[in-house]
Nanobody
């Protein structure tokens, strides 16, 4: 089992920045991919960014150039630096981890609210 705990959400004005963190615990040695997804009210959950164990990254087009995902493998933590935030970035952000056996784990989410 893997447990994921997110932190760093909050209220920020448009143009501002936030940094999300997700700490993994439990059977972390088998984690292959970590990432961030988000779900806005009335919308489906969508990919924001993912990072593999080798550091390879992938971003949603809507956040490219504004968000940066990084990972500290020694601390089993993944970060999401969010800059130039827009009101449309408002959502609950969920941390995700995928083990090498393809088992998916989710955190409980952290709310990011961007005011205009």
């Amino acid at each position: 089992q893997v447990q994921l705990v997110e932190s760093g959400g909050g209220l920020v004005q448009a143009g501002g920045s936030l940094r999300l963190s997700c700490a993994a615990s439990g059977s972390t040695s088998s984690i292959y991919i970590m990432g961030w997804y988000r779900q806005a009210p009335g919308k489906q959950r969508e990919l924001v960014a993912v990072i593999g164990s080798t550091g390879m990254t992938n971003y949603a087009d809507s956040v490219k150039g504004r968000f940066t995902i990084s990972r500290d493998n020694a601390k089993n933590t993944v970060f999401l630096q969010m800059n130039t935030l827009k009101p449309e970035d408002t959502a609950v952000y969920y941390c995700n981890a995928i083990r090498r056996d393809s088992t998916n784990y989710w955190g409980k989410g952290t709310l990011v609210t961007v005011s205009s």
